[in-house]
């Protein structure tokens, strides 16, 4: 499976972010990894509980930087972020109840939003966050 790969232009400009997000491409390539080197169900799952579990966290640590108030992407990026998250959680539950599910489609969906959403919306983030610092150092 094609893996995903940290490059600077992901970066958002806040280290605190920049560096979850690199934690989450390692995460998410550990998931790939266990699936394609064809891991006991167990180890698979385990992998990806921690990648459902950071990207809860991480995506709180998002939301504790967002002023709803003043962020006007607030509602699209908490709608994005919770999507994802009922998603995987949706997954893992198949998973861990024993259903067949479809893991390579799964990790190539993750893969693929979390590329795009630091892309799109996290970048959008990133500018509000330079801008609240921006006016805070006026
Ligand atoms: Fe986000």
């Given amino acids: 499976m094609q893996h995903a790969t940290w490059s600077d232009e992901m970066s958002i400009g806040h280290e605190v ?5 690199k934690r989450l491409l390692v ?11 064809g891991y006991e169900q167990e180890a698979v799952g385990a992998a990806l509980r921690r990648l459902c579990d950071y990207t809860v966290d991480h995506f709180a640590t998002e939301e504790d930087l967002m002023d709803m108030d003043a962020y006007v992407h607030y509602d699209q990026h908490m709608s994005e972020h919770m999507d994802c998250t009922n998603k995987a959680l949706e997954f893992l539950q198949a998973f861990s109840s024993g259903q067949q599910v479809d893991m390579r489609g799964f990790v190539d969906f993750v893969s693929k939003w979390v590329y795009a959403h630091i892309m799109g919306t996290d970048q959008k983030l990133g500018e509000f966050l330079r801008q609240q610092a921006q006016a805070a150092g006026a």
Wanted: hydrophobic share 45%; aromatic share 0%.
């Fill in 17 to 21: 972010i920049d560096t979850q997000h």
């Fill in 27 to 37: 995460l998410v390539n550990d998931v790939a990894e266990a699936v394609d080197k």
